[in-house]
Every structure is written in structure tokens, then in C-alpha cells.
């Protein structure tokens, strides 16, 4: 088996300049946790919701909210992004991957062609919901 074999094609993506409300929107509405960020169709990054946790005030929309937490907004994709993310190619093994994940402990993997533009992305669910158990 194959990245390509279980790879999820539909990939929605921000640009670099995209602001992090926009982002944190895309994230929630679609149930994502990874976004990848490009820059003129080219993979440039990728943002976790555990990005955004990090870096996102805890008091935006509550009662203690306070101009400086407005402003852990005003961030821009490029700014809080993991740039140049591990990927894989579609003709990539699912056991790479899968060792991949393991090595450096991440969560997802984008999937680019030769001329970096995604393709496809890979996340441990997606591993997960093809794998197959021996006896």
C-alpha cells in the first residue's frame, strides 16, 4: 500500500498571508487539526491546532478578554506555521510513513509532487482507518 492509496485529495489550504481568524474558522468549521499553508500553490508550511493553542489567547470572546489578547490575532499563517514540513510522495510506502510519524512525532504529512504542490495529506486517522490487523 501506497501513500496515494490513503492519502486524503481534497486538501484545503491557507495562503501565507491568510490571518490566524480565518484559519482558526477553516480548522473548526472542517474538524481539521492540520492546515497546510501555501504560497503561490507551493507547500511553504503547515499549521496544527496545537499551533494555534499555543499561540492563541485563551480570553478572545470571554469576559477577561484584553486588546493585547486581540492582537494574538492580528498574526499572519507565514508567522506561526512549521515551515518546511516533512512530506511524502503518493508512490511513498505506507510502512515510511508510518515510520515517519514515529520518528519524529508528528501527527500528519502532506503530500507533494515534484514541484511541491499538494496533492494529497496523510494524518495517523487515515493510517488508522486503512490499516489491517493480522491474527
Do not use: Y
Not at 499549521?47 to 489567547?57: A, G, K
Amino acid at each position: 500500500m501506497k501513500a496515494k492509496d490513503i492519502m486524503v485529495t481534497d486538501v484545503i489550504c491557507v495562503d501565507m498571508d491568510e490571518r490566524l481568524p480565518q484559519v482558526r474558522h477553516i480548522m473548526e468549521t472542517n474538524g481539521f487539526h492540520h492546515l497546510p499553508v501555501t504560497d503561490k500553490g507551493k507547500l511553504v508550511g503547515i499549521i496544527s491546532d496545537r499551533d494555534l493553542l499555543r499561540l492563541i489567547s485563551p480570553f478572545i470572546d470571554s469576559a477577561s478578554e484584553q486588546p493585547r489578547d486581540i492582537d494574538t490575532l492580528n498574526r499572519a499563517a507565514h508567522q506561526v506555521m512549521t515551515r518546511q514540513p516533512i512530506t511524502v510522495k503518493a508512490e511513498t510506502p505506507v510502512d515510511d510513513i508510518v515510520a515517519w510519524l514515529k520518528r519524529v512525532d508528528i501527527s500528519c504529512l502532506p503530500v507533494t509532487d515534484n514541484e511541491d504542490n499538494i496533492v494529497g495529506i496523510i494524518s495517523w486517522r487515515d493510517l488508522v482507518n486503512h490499516a489491517t490487523f493480522k491474527d
